[in-house]
Nanobody, 114 residues
Framework: VQLQASGGGLVQAGRSLTLSCRAS????????MSWYRQAPGKQRDFVAR???????IYNDSVKGRFTISRDNTKNTVYLQMSSLKLEDTAVYYC?????????WGQGTQVTVSS
């Protein structure tokens, strides 16, 4: 079972970027999917979560700017990031939680420049 995150890159402040996380070896249908991020020298922090019913919660620092969504037909969860700030620079990790699994993806780097 693997989670493959993609979509990171270098982007200017104020612009947008969309991350994807595709699961293989399992289906995400009944899973809680989350995004976390870790900036250099800091702990890994919660960013956003979506449950199987598509109920979402966000860290206050990204509320109104980031949107998490899921496409169960593609076994993929997304993180749409807009109005990016310098402080959004981090490695972004996706996470799957179900009754049988708890899995981290490998991370994708997002760097926001001025």
């Amino acid at each position: 079972v693997q989670l493959q995150a993609s979509g990171g890159g270098l982007v200017q402040a104020g612009r947008s970027l969309t991350l994807s996380c595709r699961a293989s070896g399992t289906t995400i249908n009944n899973s809680v999917m989350s995004w976390y991020r870790q900036a250099p020298g800091k702990q890994r922090d919660f960013v956003a979560r979506i449950n199987s019913g598509s109920y979402t919660i966000y860290n206050d620092s990204v509320k109104g700017r980031f949107t998490i969504s899921r496409d169960n037909t593609k076994n993929t969860v997304y993180l749409q990031m807009s109005s990016l700030k310098l402080e959004d620079t981090a490695v972004y990790y996706c996470h799957l939680f179900s009754t049988s699994s708890a899995i981290w993806g490998q991370g994708t780097q997002v760097t926001v420049s001025s």
